[in-house]
């Protein structure tokens, strides 16, 4: 659906040359949401524009389906525009027109007879659930109002593609959750592909289904939410999920567990999808009559899946524990040897 | 002196309105040919700055140069430096319409500043969020940002206006005639303090009206 090939963006600012975005290389499928994480100054508000070519790319290509967009004229590039929605932190809603009026606007400037427009508008207050607020101003709206409206307006010309510029940084917790299932609903019911920017773990890990890390400009990890999840491989990937997902026991507790006398070993178990119900830990006992101790653990949803994670402690001969630890990756867990005692 | 205002005014009443309509003709003539003006240096002012939708490092930097030129000088010298100008426009550099070439010299470059801070005041995010939906430039000026720019643009014309009515007593050395005129003629040349004394209270509601008005208009368009 989305081609970035080699795409550089490099900004002047007065004598100097800013790195925004280095060398990325992409591809967006049709019907995915794809997170872009990153903190800010990463490059990854650079990186969205140059997909609808609000920024153009110093170098490297952008394509969208079949269409290069450097080869488009700037009629043809406005009118594929018309096919890629965009919404912003800031909503970013004519302050001078009703609700009606704002998510009109495309449709006005599309040139849609009037009757076309009115029908299209009630379809999207509907959609969006803001029928009672047609004639408000979007001054008289709360955050998510706005951000409903904003999506509204984004969806009017039924865009491929939805482009989403941090759209829950200004909304509360709950607020943003609601935002964010209206956002999965219309990926869902439509097929949309929403590319969305965030620096917020809990966004990807609720609605993405693959993720790519920005730093400094650069992708430096890409993957599916899960695969970043179960093993992350750069340390700003670390501390992004550390953020939603403390997965590391607190030191002192490690030491006081790996300070005991008898033979032990420290386990982290990991386990996704349908491994999580699975009594694994009774199996240890009644098999190889090992008696493991929990330490800490912590579970948690990604999108439709489910992760986490046991962190346990195994006294026991090591060959037996060795046993257990080998029946338990059979059964499609992640054991990670944190430590040993004795 | 309640009195004497009161009888001056009866009795000089003929001349107030004869001045009152000229003072409004030039106002209005003036600020009409000054807005089309102005509205245009002023967009101008904002879409050819860098990294704006018609970004132009040539034009730019000269408009913006010339306004402060024509800024710069005060109108009673505008009056009389551009009578060359004025004489070849209307062909004549003397009452009501003389004044008019001046006036739209003096106050086109002060709305192109106010028409100019006013879009400034637009969220360029809208701007952005305008573009992405595929609007063209022309688009872009119309409908987002003069559009929006609106209760900024109502406040901007009303100072403007009031400026122009101090501008026109000036005029009156060119023989325009007008409020301010006769305020000199009379009160001044004549000894008449209570025929400027009134001339100054017509001008003092006038612009009290003036500016509620501009105030009220504005509000209503302004939504948040």
Same mark, same amino acid.
């Given at each position: 659906?989305?081609?970035?090939?080699?795409?550089?963006?490099?900004?002047?600012?007065?004598?100097?040359?800013?790195?925004?975005?280095?060398?990325?290389?992409?591809?967006?499928?049709?019907?995915?949401?794809?997170?872009?994480?990153?903190?800010?100054?990463?490059?990854?508000?650079?990186?969205?524009?140059?997909?609808?070519?609000?920024?153009?790319?110093?170098?490297?290509?952008?394509?969208?389906?079949?269409?290069?967009?450097?080869?488009?004229?700037?009629?043809?590039?406005?009118?594929?525009?018309?096919?890629?929605?965009?919404?912003?932190?800031?909503?970013?809603?004519?302050?001078?027109?009703?609700?009606?009026?704002?998510?009109?606007?495309?449709?006005?400037?599309?040139?849609?007879?009037?009757?076309?427009?009115?029908?299209?508008?009630?379809?999207?207050?509907?959609?969006?659930?803001?029928?009672?607020?047609?004639?408000?101003?979007?001054?008289?709206?709360?955050?998510?109002?706005?951000?409903?409206?904003?999506?509204?307006?984004?969806?009017?010309?039924?865009?491929?593609?939805?482009?989403?510029?941090?759209?829950?940084?200004?909304?509360?917790?709950?607020?943003?959750?609601?935002?964010?299932?209206?956002?999965?609903?219309?990926?869902?019911?439509?097929?949309?592909?929403?590319?969305?920017?965030?620096?917020?773990?809990?966004?990807?890990?609720?609605?993405?289904?693959?993720?790519?890390?920005?730093?400094?400009?650069?992708?430096?990890?890409?993957?599916?939410?899960?695969?970043?999840?179960?093993?992350?491989?750069?340390?700003?990937?670390?501390?992004?999920?550390?953020?939603?997902?403390?997965?590391?026991?607190?030191?002192?507790?490690?030491?006081?567990?790996?300070?005991?006398?008898?033979?032990?070993?420290?386990?982290?178990?990991?386990?996704?999808?349908?491994?999580?119900?699975?009594?694994?830990?009774?199996?240890?006992?009644?098999?190889?009559?090992?008696?493991?101790?929990?330490?800490?653990?912590?579970?948690?949803?990604?999108?439709?899946?489910?992760?986490?994670?046991?962190?346990?402690?195994?006294?026991?001969?090591?060959?037996?524990?060795?046993?257990?630890?080998?029946?338990?990756?059979?059964?499609?867990?992640?054991?990670?040897?944190?430590?040993?005692?004795? | 002196?309640?009195?004497?205002?009161?009888?001056?005014?009866?009795?000089?009443?003929?001349?107030?309105?004869?001045?009152?309509?000229?003072?409004?003709?030039?106002?209005?003539?003036?600020?009409?040919?000054?807005?089309?003006?102005?509205?245009?240096?002023?967009?101008?002012?904002?879409?050819?700055?860098?990294?704006?939708?018609?970004?132009?490092?040539?034009?730019?930097?000269?408009?913006? +140069?010339?306004?402060?030129?024509?800024?710069?000088?005060?109108?009673?010298?505008?009056?009389?430096?551009?009578?060359?100008?004025?004489?070849?426009?209307?062909?004549?550099?003397?009452?009501?319409?003389?004044?008019?070439?001046?006036?739209?010299?003096?106050?086109?470059?002060?709305?192109?500043?106010?028409?100019?801070?006013?879009?400034?005041?637009?969220?360029?995010?809208?701007?952005?969020?305008?573009?992405?939906?595929?609007?063209?430039?022309?688009?872009?000026?119309?409908?987002?940002?003069?559009?929006? +720019?609106?209760?900024?643009?109502?406040?901007?014309?009303?100072? +403007?206006?009031?400026?122009?009515?101090?501008?026109?007593?000036?005029?009156?050395?060119?023989?325009?005639?007008?409020?301010?005129?006769? +305020?000199?003629?009379?009160?001044?040349?004549?000894?008449?303090?209570?025929?400027?004394?009134?001339?100054?209270?017509?001008?003092?509601?006038?612009?009290?009206?003036?500016?509620?008005?501009?105030?009220?208009?504005?509000?209503?368009?302004?939504?948040?």
């Amino acid at each position: 659906m989305i081609w970035m090939e080699n795409v550089s963006k490099i900004y002047q600012q007065g004598k100097q040359e800013v790195d925004a975005v280095k060398d990325v290389n992409l591809h967006i499928r049709k019907g995915e949401i794809f997170g872009i994480i990153g903190y800010s100054g990463a490059g990854k508000s650079s990186l969205l524009r140059c997909i609808n070519y609000l920024e153009r790319p110093t170098s490297g290509h952008v394509r969208i389906q079949d269409t290069k967009l450097a080869d488009l004229s700037e009629n043809q590039l406005r009118m594929m525009r018309r096919k890629i929605g965009m919404i912003f932190q800031n909503f970013n809603l004519l302050m001078s027109s009703t609700v009606y009026q704002n998510i009109a606007a495309p449709l006005v400037l599309a040139g849609l007879a009037k009757q076309q427009i009115q029908a299209r508008v009630s379809e999207l207050l509907s959609l969006v659930g803001l029928e009672d607020k047609r004639e408000a101003y979007p001054a008289q709206l709360s955050g998510g109002q706005k951000q409903r409206v904003a999506i509204a307006r984004a969806l009017a010309n039924e865009p491929e593609i939805l482009l989403c510029d941090e759209a829950t940084s200004a909304l509360d917790p709950q607020t943003t959750d609601s935002i964010l299932d209206l956002l999965l609903d219309i990926n869902r019911s439509y097929g949309i592909t929403i590319v969305l920017i965030t620096h917020e773990m809990y966004v990807v890990k609720k609605i993405c289904d693959r993720v790519a890390v920005m730093e400094g400009g650069a992708i430096v990890e890409q993957g599916t939410v899960l695969e970043l999840f179960t093993k992350p491989k750069t340390e700003t990937t670390k501390k992004f999920i550390k953020s939603v997902f403390d997965a590391d026991l607190p030191q002192e507790l490690l030491q006081q567990a790996v300070d005991k006398a008898v033979p032990r070993k420290l386990l982290r178990i990991s386990f996704i999808g349908e491994t999580v119900s699975e009594p694994i830990l009774a199996d240890l006992t009644l098999r190889y009559q090992l008696r493991p101790s929990i330490l800490y653990g912590n579970i948690t949803k990604i999108k439709d899946s489910v992760f986490g994670f046991l962190i346990i402690s195994l006294p026991g001969e090591p060959s037996v524990i060795q046993e257990g630890m080998a029946y338990m990756e059979q059964n499609g867990m992640q054991v990670e040897v944190l430590g040993h005692a004795g | 002196m309640l009195d004497s205002f009161i009888n001056s005014f009866v009795d000089n009443y003929d001349l107030y309105l004869e001045s009152l309509g000229e003072t409004a003709a030039m106002v209005i003539y003036s600020l009409f040919f000054s807005t089309i003006i102005g509205l245009f240096l002023g967009v101008c002012l904002v879409v050819l700055r860098p990294g704006h939708i018609y970004e132009n490092k040539v034009l730019y930097p000269i408009l913006n +140069a010339v306004i402060n030129v024509l800024r710069s000088v005060p109108f009673i010298i505008i009056l009389i430096a551009i009578i060359p100008i004025t004489k070849w426009i209307v062909h004549t550099t003397i009452g009501v319409k003389g004044a008019i070439v001046p006036l739209v010299f003096y106050t086109a470059p002060y709305i192109a500043r106010l028409i100019e801070s006013a879009l400034l005041e637009v969220n360029p995010g809208v701007v952005e969020a305008f573009q992405a939906m595929g609007a063209s430039r022309r688009q872009i000026i119309w409908k987002v940002m003069l559009k929006e +720019a609106r209760p900024g643009i109502v406040l901007g014309l009303t100072i +403007a206006t009031i400026g122009l009515i101090g501008a026109t007593a000036m005029a009156g050395v060119l023989g325009a005639g007008g409020l301010g005129d006769v +305020a000199i003629r009379y009160g001044y040349q004549r000894w008449q303090p209570d025929v400027m004394y009134v001339c100054v209270i017509i001008l003092i509601l006038l612009v009290q009206l003036l500016q509620t008005a501009g105030n009220r208009i504005s509000k209503k368009l302004r939504k948040h």
